[in-house]
């Protein structure tokens, strides 16, 4: 039997790297991918803290890009020595919601790393992946154009995330306002400057990730010093945020995401969320006509579009990369991103 190493749950708080059985084409569709990037990222740690219960020694994580190794019969779009990232979630193609271009939405969806309650798809956090339906999930990268690989690796989650977010209710001149400085609300900043907001606010209480936000020519608000609201308020002459992207996928975010957002303005939710309910100020919402978008991302929607914006120069999602690390150096890169002393971690599996 061949074996590979991968970052394994044990329990919440338990990760460890061990050998585990390599994976094999088992579809025609597949293709089998030699993993050279790897990163964690905020959904991996509704697992890991415990909010997410997944069965024990699911191999983590669903942002990674590699070399094919191996092509399945009926793949016609990748051939083995090819470079490719994939989306984190896996669709059909051809069910009712993907023939109405919501891939997120797939009747069948899967996401690699996230256990049996998410398709059973082994992680990307390992030496080796298959892909299913790589045809459709699947994008080469080149060196063509500008950006470098660590730019392409967020293409299959966060930059793509955080991408859709503002450009499915954003209109040129907006203010908009991030909830959280994540990687995703770093990626979703950058995303509405690069299509026309008129000015970009990034909420958040780790000084270190706005110091980032405001790198991008974000306007930093410290919720540890000041009320974000009345910061809100004091840019948009008292009206709000037309736009307002809870980045967090916490119900504390989300409240805080409404207090923010316009009269006739638009709440993106980009943000995980696992609970079976959440209090919200509904009243206030629909008095105010707010819009609410939220669900899986639709990432296979804006690869190609994000990927072009990185060869022109215009997305560069790897400057928020606080940490380089060895895949052997999982747990403490776990504990690390859970408590915020990393922006963003890319792990090497060969390493």
């Known amino acids: ?54 069965e024990e020694d699911v191999v983590l994580g669903h942002e990674f890009l590699g070399t094919v190794v191996e092509v399945g019969s009926a793949v016609t779009q990748f051939e083995a020595g090819d470079r490719g ?18 891939p997120g939405q797939c009747l069948g969806t899967r996401i690699f790393g996230l256990g049996i309650v998410f398709g ?16 459709l999930v699947m994008r080469k990268i080149d060196d ?7 730019d392409k690796l967020f293409v299959g989650d966060i930059m793509a995330t955080g991408y859709e977010a503002v450009r499915k209710v954003m209109r040129p001149g907006d203010t908009v306002a ?18 026309g907001a008129g000015q970009v606010a990034v909420v958040d209480k780790v000084a270190a990730r706005l110091t980032e936000a405001e790198k991008i020519g974000a306007i930093g608000v410290n919720a540890a010093e000041t009320d974000p609201t009345e910061a809100i308020q ?6 709000g945020a037309d736009v307002v992207i809870d980045a967090v996928g916490h119900p504390s975010a989300l409240l805080s995401a409404c207090s923010l957002v316009a009269s006739g303005g638009a709440l993106s939710i980009p943000g995980v969320y696992t609970e079976d309910s ?14 609410i978008h939220q669900g899986v991302a639709n990432i296979i929607n804006y690869m190609d579009e994000t990927l072009a914006l990185i060869a022109a ?38 390493a």
């Open 1 to 54: 039997m061949a074996t590979m190493r991968a970052v394994l749950l044990r329990k919440a708080h338990d990760v460890r790297v061990d050998d585990v059985e390599r994976p094999t084409i088992t579809d025609p569709a597949d293709v089998l991918l030699k993993v050279e990037k790897t990163a964690i990222c905020g959904t991996d740690l509704h697992p890991y803290e415990g909010r997410l219960e997944l």
């Open 85 to 102: 990232v994939a989306s984190c979630v896996v669709s059909c193609g051809s069910c009712y919601n993907c023939r109405r271009s919501r």
């Open 120 to 135: 059973s798809l082994s992680g990307g956090q390992a030496e080796y992946v298959v892909v299913p339906n790589a045809d």
């Open 144 to 150: 063509e154009g500008k950006g470098n690989d660590e």
């Open 178 to 195: 991030v909830v959280g400085a994540g990687p995703v609300g770093l990626c979703a900043a950058m995303a509405a400057n690069v299509l």
């Open 234 to 239: 004091d840019l948009t002459e008292w009206r």
């Open 278 to 291: 959440i209090e919200l100020p509904f009243g206030e919402l629909y008095l105010k006509g707010v819009t």
């Open 313 to 350: 120069g215009k997305l560069d999602p790897s400057r928020f990369i606080s940490h380089r690390m060895p895949m052997s150096e999982a747990a403490e890169a776990y504990r690390m991103f859970e408590a915020r002393e990393a922006t963003k971690i890319v792990l090497d599996p060969t």
